[in-house]
């Protein structure tokens, strides 16, 4: 038991652990328990293509190791809050319409950048 720390370094210790056990669990190969359980934790995972769950496991693991080493939650959260906001897109279709429809019509041509830029 931490006794005497600050709220703040039980958070760091708190996700150092969480990110070791899933860095762990993703690490046994059996991504069929850990897609199962998945949603437990993230409601919202159940809107997302498989192809996505991979990667936001994938980058979650990642993010939550560095942010503990750098005892910042801060990445953690907003990398959970861009895949929440990515699974809200697919959620509603008219929403993912609008995100992935090709633009319609030539915009023109494009200016020459400046070499000396």
């Known amino acids: 038991m931490i006794v005497g720390n600050s709220g703040l ?7 150092d ?5 899933l860095s762990s669990l993703v ?4 991504l069929a328990v850990i897609r199962r359980i998945l949603p437990d934790a993230i409601p919202w995972i159940v809107f997302l293509p498989e192809a996505d769950v991979e990667d ?4 979650l693991v990642a993010v ?11 990445p953690v959260a907003i990398l959970i809050t ?4 990515t699974a809200e897109v697919y959620a509603d279709p008219v929403l993912l ?6 633009p319609a019509g030539d915009f023109g041509p494009v200016p020459a950048g400046d070499a000396n830029a």
């Open 9 to 15: 370094e039980r958070d760091d210790v708190v996700v």
């Open 17 to 21: 652990f969480t990110s070791r056990l």
């Open 27 to 30: 690490s046994t190969g059996n």
């Open 56 to 59: 936001l496991l994938t980058e």
């Open 64 to 74: 939550a190791r560095g942010a503990a080493a750098l005892d910042n939650l801060a």
């Open 82 to 85: 861009q895949w929440r906001h």
């Open 97 to 102: 319409e609008l995100v992935t429809r090709e």
